[in-house]
């Protein structure tokens, strides 16, 4: 081998991300190309990140986001058949499944926080929400200043719960907190006019707007607050794994296809309802867009 060719040959492997080097680097990915099989973890009900279709198979945003991601793999592991298993996971169990390798990479609706990077990795932001205010579009209320001594909602164990009661306590708006047992009866409380505003992640109030009888009988208020990220989730510290699922989001970024797989998830008709979540891209995600980061505020 010539000097030149022999430098080429470093480089590719240092700029390339070959299989081998992949595998050597990734114990994820080193497990995958010995089972000859990725295992995708994906929630049953986080519509519409990761979700079951109307033909009970998982569906969604974060999936097609992975899907991409098993390209790759297949691309690199040399594997072009590579079998696809899908395992559904919860609130609970997500975190410890990543961990003891039942999951090589969980698809789902996952907020990056400090706490859990102490327990997984986590992609470049694949989305940032907020806790935001829903309210009755004829009740008058035009910004949560006007919730001043009102009765509003947040559903029990929800992370809205403290976000409210700071806000309570910062604003001095003196309204009543009352807790739901879940997103259906805090929905529900509204509705019926027993409550003035519902506080929730947005994405979460945008799908049970868009599912509502008159979804424009509902409006935010347009406060927003702590921003939360959401990425796809593997095995802490496999630095090389990482590099692969970053690289690929980071290209869909800059290509213009992660705002293509935004648009059919959060502006259009989707399953198995055909309805529209008319949830637009913020000025948060266009920002990790630009710019793609796993950082938290």
């Not at 969604?60 to 298993?85: H, M, Q, W, Y």
């Not at 739901?180 to 505003?197: I, P, Q, V, W, Y």
Request: a neutral charge; one cysteine or more.
């Amino acid at each position: 081998m010539t000097k030149f060719a022999c430098v080429l040959s470093i480089l590719s492997v240092i700029g390339g991300f070959g299989s081998a080097a992949s595998a050597a680097d990734s114990p994820t990915l080193a497990r995958i190309k010995s089972n000859g099989a990725i295992t995708i973890g994906h929630r049953e009900a986080s519509i519409p990140f990761s979700y079951l279709g109307p033909d009970q198979k998982p569906i969604g945003f974060s999936l097609d986001l992975c899907a991409a991601i098993v390209e790759r793999i297949k691309a690199e592991t040399a594997l072009p058949n590579l079998k696809v298993n899908y395992v559904p996971v919860n609130s609970s169990n997500r975190i410890p499944l990543i961990q003891s390798g039942t999951v090589d990479i969980e698809c789902g609706g996952t907020a990056n926080d400090r706490k859990r990077q102490e327990q997984v990795s986590f992609s470049v932001a694949t989305f940032v929400s907020q806790p935001r205010w829903l309210v009755k579009a004829d009740s008058g209320l035009k910004t949560a200043g006007d919730l001043k001594g009102k009765t509003i909602v947040v559903t029990q164990g929800s992370n809205a719960v403290g976000f409210a009661q700071g806000v309570n306590a910062k604003e001095q708006l003196g309204f009543n907190i009352v807790q739901a047992k879940d997103h259906a009866e805090s929905f529900l409380m509204l509705n019926t006019g027993r409550a003035a505003a519902f506080m929730e992640d947005d994405i979460l109030l945008a799908g049970l707007k868009a599912a509502a009888p008159k979804p424009d009988a509902l409006i935010f208020l347009p406060e927003g607050y702590a921003k939360i990220y959401y990425g796809l989730m593997f095995t802490k510290g496999d630095t090389g794994f990482k590099a692969l699922v970053d690289d690929v989001l980071s290209k869909q970024m800059a290509s213009g296809q992660f705002e293509k797989t935004y648009d059919k998830w959060f502006t259009r008709p989707i399953p198995p309802k055909n309805e529209n979540l008319a949830f637009p891209l913020t000025v948060e995600l266009t920002e990790r867009i630009a710019r793609p980061s796993d950082a938290v505020d």
